[in-house]
């Protein structure tokens, strides 16, 4: 019995110190947004207001509305976010990427740009898909002017990346100064 108190005794401190998170919360966006949109809400509304935390990215995308929504998780709880791409960061995801503080690729990542595109498996009638085809051109456009806010960038290079469906590679994302190239080595040693 002595001998399991002993053991027990020198496990309790390991659990604490796995409780203990050294340095800002990590969470993960990978796959898509919209199968992933009610945790990717509940790991940021974890992160305190104003308090920093780090985004690895690997996602195709997904529904505007989700990417929009973190957006606005981010902003307005004051998010200070590191984005890392780990593998793909394309369409509705580079929304949530943009509006992180400081962004980080390598120069393996990748980025799609293209216009928004309309899905629906819903049969709606004549006058539905009229409303929703104005509501969408007009959510694409305010989509794209804030993606270049949220870059801090002009709408010249976003919008030829978009309206040519271009792979964007991480170095050149980079070289447009829109995020930070860092290589394949241990985040700690890489300054700003």
């Excluded at 393996?108 to 898909?129: T, Y």
């Excluded at 590679?169 to 190239?181: C, H, I, K």
Aim: glycine share 8%.
């Amino acid at each position: 019995m002595r001998h399991r108190e002993s053991h027990r005794q020198q496990r309790e401190p390991d659990r604490g110190r796995e409780d203990e998170q050294e340095g800002p919360p990590e969470l993960a966006i990978i796959g898509d947004l919209t199968d992933n949109e009610a945790d990717l809400t509940d790991k940021l509304l974890g992160v305190a207001p104003g308090g920093e935390c780090t985004i690895y990215f690997d996602s195709p995308g997904g529904s505007p509305y989700c990417g929009m929504s973190l957006v606005t998780l981010i902003r307005l709880r004051g998010i200070r976010a590191t984005a890392v791409v780990t593998g793909e960061c394309s369409s509705a995801a580079l929304w949530p990427f943009a509006a992180c503080e400081r962004r980080l690729v390598t120069r393996f990542s990748v980025f799609l740009f293209h216009p928004m595109k309309w899905q629906s498996e819903e049969h709606i009638g004549i006058r539905e898909a009229a409303e929703w085809s104005r509501h969408f051109a007009e959510l694409e456009h305010d989509m794209d002017v804030l993606l270049c806010d949220l870059f801090g960038r002009s709408a010249d290079l976003i919008n030829e990346w978009s309206r040519t469906h271009r792979y964007v590679t991480g170095r050149e994302l980079a070289q447009a100064g829109l995020a930070e190239l860092i290589e394949l080595g241990p985040l700690a040693g890489q300054s700003r």
